[in-house]
């Protein structure tokens, strides 16, 4: 059964192009990798919460967007050894992120519906 990982960031609004050109490249690695598809939505009606949100939990700033997006892989097991091979990978070397990765969060989900 196919695996999703999930991401949520916040990224500064004129960091819109280099986040995509830094998505597109890190979609080639995963792709190579075996992912059956990348999507990337940059944030156009996030509503702010009280209690929960997006922009809360990304501590989202009044210039940032929230960047939302899913990698799809076949399997958790391509999945693992995917991550495995980008952390040894030297092109995925610590490099100047187009957003602050201490804010983004991310998951790795069993799908239980797809319709």
Known sequence: MAYIDGFVAPVP???RASYIAHAEEAAKLFR???ALEIVECWGDDVPEGETTSFSLATKRQDDEAVVFSWIKWPDKETRDAAWQKMM???SMMPQDMPFDGKRMFWGGFEPV???
């Open 13 to 15: 609004t004129e960091n």
């Open 32 to 34: 190579e990798y075996g």
């Open 88 to 90: 040894d990978d030297p």
């Open 113 to 115: 519906l797809e319709a």
